[in-house]
């Protein structure tokens, strides 16, 4: 018997996925630049990681949150707002 998934797991593993690599990438670049120019400190590793952390958290919102991107049509309900003046 197959186990099917739910459309909101594949949602929570693309939000995982690119966690990883995002904060991996932003990992990588800090250990690199903290080693070529910043003479071994360990703000740049921080900082980049943060931005890889951020920038993965902007995009699980957007996927998360559909109403809010750019080029999506909003669904109607079918009714409308009643003016009060």
């Known amino acids: 018997m197959a186990v ?3 459309p909101s797991e594949d949602i929570f593993d693309q939000a995982t996925a690119n966690l990883l690599v995002k904060a991996g ?9 903290s080693a070529l120019l910043f003479k071994r400190r360990m703000w740049p590793v921080t900082f980049f990681t943060g931005a890889g952390v ?10 998360f949150d559909s109403v809010s991107t750019l080029g999506l ?8 707002p009643k003016d009060s003046a």
Do not use: C, F, M, N
């Open 4 to 6: 099917e998934k739910i």
């Open 25 to 33: 990438l932003g990992l990588s670049i800090g250990v690199v630049a």
């Open 54 to 63: 951020g920038a993965a958290y902007a995009d699980a919102q957007r996927i």
């Open 73 to 80: 049509p909003v669904k109607s309900t079918g009714t409308q």
